[in-house]
């Protein structure tokens, strides 16, 4: 992770793991996590010392590259090598270690009044207190940046990233339009202008993809092909920014480029193959016909492409072609017996299967491996709860109350609290639990479904058929999908 990603996060105070989604409904899961931490007072002094102290040595280097911008930050770029400036450096870390923040800011003034070529002392801190996890000492320290040192662009730039990312797109539109016109004027450094500019178009180019500008984003991925080269990761967004125009052919076109460019990469490529990546667009345009033609494709191409199969086994729980999405589940945990997601994803079709049994026992390996992923311990608790043995629900109640507990706004968990409760004939429990589910404003398709149960033991079948046609209205998978249908057509009788 460059320092200037590590910047971003940090100061977005990113610390929290969520779902994305759950095994009951839309797609599989996906669980994103960022170990940040935050403190305050007293404490982050002693943090801050008690890191510097660890990481004296790498944060001399990096304040040596850090006069360049930080979300370019490379440990293969030139270290200053004048001694005047490497012994400034060595002043300020001395300080920063000391938690004499004020005296780190002095030492890093009288270098840059000598050396103006080098990055603001605001910018330079900055990467220190991300390098210590002080989320509002970035922020602080950018803030104060632009109004010490008004005419550098950098801190308007990471700034404006940090809002973006938040998703305040106004605010970051201003601030990056502030810093194009401090970057155009700027030449104290045209090697750091030139980092800078790359930095700029970045976040240029995902403010109008977030947007949907997607004229805006192509132009801006044409000037940092320009700048920079062509690479992988460019040539995808224009294939999605083509595509999004209706400009499919040209899509494929680019899509088809970046795989060939990715072959003679150093690095290993991480994006899906032209034909997969397509077709997961038409999948979002609800393009049955092209998504499953060109999945196709992309499984007879690359039959041994990990990523290829998970997307096909997706698209075939969309399509409720369960057994096919089986077979493939099957296949790529024998080939993968040590790849986690492969088992979780046959987990999950052996649960939407209702095989609750085999996704019992692919669950429970899984959570071996894993005792806290929330993820897998709802899959469990969905499993177990449906086997009619009380040992079984029992458990399946502690897991989904212990996933209640540390995801109290996440409504998954309340759904599948409720439905436990609901097979343990706890019908008050399962009422307010569904209650608490919809209150979070996200009612997926298995909550429609739980609630039309509950209203079916409570004597009201209309309001059944309700939740059942809500259920069934959407294109989302889930895995009482089936049951649902059957209990519709007999109501409908």
Known sequence: MTLGARI???????????????????????????????????????RVFAIAKLLVVIAIICVLIAFLPLSAYSAEQTVPTDPAIESGIRQAVAAFNQSDFVGAVEELKALYAEFPQLAPPRIVLAQWF??????EAVRASLEMATNETPDDPESYVLLGEILLRQ?????????????KVK????????????LMETSWLRNAIMLAETRGQWDAMLAFLDQASAQDGENP???????????????DDEAL??????????????????????????AQLYQLREDKANAQKHLAEALQKYPNSREVVVLSIQSRINEDQLEDARKLAENLLTENPDWQPAKRLLA??????????????????????????????????????????????????????????????????????????????????SGQAL?????????????????????????RPAEAIQFLEAALGTPAPFAKRRDAVNLLEMLKK
């Open 233 to 247: 990761t460019q040539l995808r967004q224009k294939g999605i920014a083509l595509f999004q125009l209706k400009r």
């Open 348 to 429: 999950t079709v052996a649960l939407y299967l209702g095989d609750f049994k085999e996704s019992e026992k692919l669950f429970q390996e899984l959570i071996l491996v894993s005792p806290t992923d929330e993820q897998v311990a709802n899959g469990l608790a969905l499993a177990q709860c449906e086997q009619g043995d009380p040992q079984k629900l029992q458990r399946a109640l502690e897991y989904a109350r212990e996933n209640v507990r540390r995801n109290q706004q996440e409504s998954d968990y309340w759904a599948t609290l409720g439905w436990v409760l609901y097979k343990a004939d706890q019908l008050e429990a």
């Open 435 to 459: 209650k608490q589910a919809a209150a979070t404003g996200r009612v997926n398709a298995a909550t429609a479904y739980y609630l039309a149960r509950l209203a079916m033991k409570a004597g």
């Open 167 to 179: 998703r305040y797109l106004t605010a970051a539109d201003l601030l990056l339009q502030t810093a």
């Open 253 to 278: 076109a680019q899509f088809t480029k970046a795989d060939n460019l990715a072959k003679d990469a150093s690095e290993p490529d991480t994006g899906l193959p032209a034909e997969a990546a397509i």
């Open 8 to 46: 971003i996060i940090i100061a977005e105070g990113w610390g929290h793991s969520r779902s994305v989604n759950n095994f009951q409904g839309e797609k599989l899961a996906v669980k994103q996590t960022s170990n940040v931490k935050m403190g305050g007072g007293a404490q982050n002094g002693l």
């Open 130 to 135: 991300a390098q210590a996890n002080l989320g």
């Open 183 to 194: 970057l155009d004027a700027y030449d104290a450094n045209p090697e750091r202008k030139k």
